[in-house]
């Protein structure tokens, strides 16, 4: 069992009070006792130095009367022993007991005497089992003086004194122990509470502090810690406000971004990657081969997590085209970095798709009307023929002319250079407006228009101008493709009373267009039959036009077509508001 530090500490004042006690007890028994059997000899040696002085005076008396008069006397037992080792008289023994003594020379006092005069012995009496305190003394006939004391007495004062002793310490040992219990806790206390702080914090609660108000090593400790506390609470939040601002910056990036671990999975991705890939919201754990089975990304992974840094390298993922760059990371992961140029790549093939039709339409009426201008400087030429190559110049000129004011108006549009002003426009003036100018080309060639503008339909909220140029360039398509005879259709609709937008369709009875050229008729310079396109003076750039306009009122274009029975373009534009005021018609 675990003991607490309180308990430890309690046990050792205990053990330590507790050998105390005993180490007093034994030294008292030791020392005491010494120092008592120390007196003791004393006195033995100062009765038998007097014993030895009335010895001579009592030469009358039997030696064992004289054992039995100065063991009376001195009040100790008094043993003379002749120079041959027979015991001569004793104060305790009488005649017959004598005679059963052995030979005291084997005795170490007596036989020590005899060498050095005096000599004492602290040992078990042979004769009577107790444990005496000799002092022998040799005389001058040789004969030999004993004094012998038992240590009953002493023992039993040694005894009672370490009975005592005994007591008191454990009385002191009760005493002490209650006052250590009492101690002990209150001293680990603040240790507790510090250790409480600690556990807390190392929790992950960085808000416990102590603040004892102490000067010993407890309040300095306490100080230390509480002031790691607020360190680690300032960095840790720190650190929390750099993670968010780097996942910010991180998850903001318009670049794909993946994290690999050592082993090759995925163990983060932006959602600009998520996008690309169309990965999970938590894509951790996933395989690189689950990310993407191309060749050449693969590839790009086993590259960089071989440790080598990938330079920038175009990647093609069905119609994206990404630009992907790897680094690999010191704990033997990597970080891959996708860049989709998918929309650069493709305004870059515009570019280039825009300036080729552009010179090459620039370069159509500019080649006929240097060759036609050559030709007319030539003097000789019949006025006739100057005539018609005159006409010749001034129709690629126009043509060139209408091809600038098209590009103009494009660029101006997609520049963000021209913005749309609605207002209410009555939507049938409008179109009469633009069938005016074309009028006179439709009636050479017999087409009519059909107007179907219901009431609900009557006012749209457009540009004017904007509207004007929208039904003019598709009446100029439907002229070019409409055939003699035929009629061009406006029709306006709305799902019902009060919609916010109303769809205008302008249909024609011409060849129609493939269905495969459908998708593309909207794009800059794009013709489906090039070579009668020129001929009839188109630029290309009409149905782009109109694109453009109907997308700046927030509307939509589209076209339907079916081959010889025409093409329909339609588009949707703002309805007039019902709370808008509507001129008199």
Known sequence: MRLRAVHRLFLSYLLLLALAVAALTLGVESILRRELIRIVEGDLRREIALAGALYPYLGRLSPDSVADLLGALAGRRVTLVAPDGRVLGDSELDGAALARLQNHNTRPEVRQARDAGVSAALRSSTTLGEEHLYLAAR???GQVLRLAVPLHDVNALV???QRGILGTGVVALVLAGLFSLGYSAVSIRPLERIAAAARRMAEGDLSARLRLRRHDEFGELAA??????DELQRRIGQAESDRAEMRALFDSMSEGVLALGADGTVRRAN?????IFHL???PQGIPTEAVARRPEFLTLVGRVMAGSIVPPTELTFGRRRLLASAHPLADGGAVLVFLDVSELKRLEDARRDFVANASHELKTPLTAIRGYSETLLDEHLPPELARRFAEVVKSNADRLQQ???DLLDLSRIESGGWRAEPEPVALAEAVREAWEPCSLAFSEKQVELQLDVPERCRFVHADPGALRQILSNLFGNALRYTPEGGHVRVRATAPHEGADRVEVAVSDDGAGI???????IFERFYRVDPARSRAEGGTGLGLAIVKHLVEAHGGRVGAESELGRGTTIRFTLPALPAEAHLPEA
Do not use: K, M
Not at 224 to 229: S, V
Not at 514 to 520: F, G, I, M, S
């Open 403 to 405: 091809l600038v004011d």
């Open 271 to 275: 959602p600009a990657a998520r996008r």
């Open 159 to 161: 005894r009672r004194l």
């Open 224 to 229: 230390a810690l509480d002031g790691l506390a």
């Open 514 to 520: 493939p269905a495969v050229h459908l998708p593309r």
């Open 139 to 141: 005389g001058a006939d």
């Open 280 to 282: 999970p919201q938590r």
